[in-house]
């Protein structure tokens, strides 16, 4: 089962991009939903994650105040808006769901099914 993230690309710093996932093979609705990321020589971690229905979520320090998770369930969407990016965002940035009606955690380990990643690049 596979997870698929888009959106990813170059921007410069303070600027905003949106990425998205989707799943042809969930039955999205019933998933709760995390955004991570991974930079170069670090490890992977948890910058979003919002519930099945989008009535909670959760972001990272580092994002809180920047970035936005949303979801449209008759879309099958995930959306992470990211804004004011600084350098230090740029990662690989993947989408994951935890087993069906679990809610999300905060570890990589908390997730079943994973997207094939999207990079993002933040020139300053």
């Known amino acids: 089962v596979q997870l698929q993230a888009s959106g990813g690309g170059l921007v410069q710093a303070g600027g905003s991009l949106r990425l998205s996932c989707t799943s042809s093979?969930?039955?999205?609705?019933?998933?709760?939903i995390g955004w991570f990321r991974q930079a170069p020589g670090k490890e992977r971690e948890l910058v979003a994650a919002?519930?099945?229905?989008?009535?909670?979520?959760y972001y990272g320090d580092s994002v809180k105040g920047r970035f936005t998770i949303s979801r449209d369930n008759a879309k099958k969407m995930v959306y992470l808006e990211l804004n004011r990016l600084k350098s230090q965002d740029t990662a690989v940035y993947y989408c994951?769901?935890?087993?069906?009606?679990?809610?999300?955690?905060?570890?990589?380990?908390?997730?079943?099914?994973w997207g094939q990643g999207t990079l993002v690049t933040v020139s300053s």
């Open positions: 093979e969930l039955m999205f609705s019933n998933y709760a």
């Open positions: 919002i519930n099945w229905n989008g009535g909670y979520a």
């Open positions: 994951a769901a935890p087993s069906r009606y679990s809610d999300y955690g905060k570890k990589e380990d908390d997730y079943r099914y």
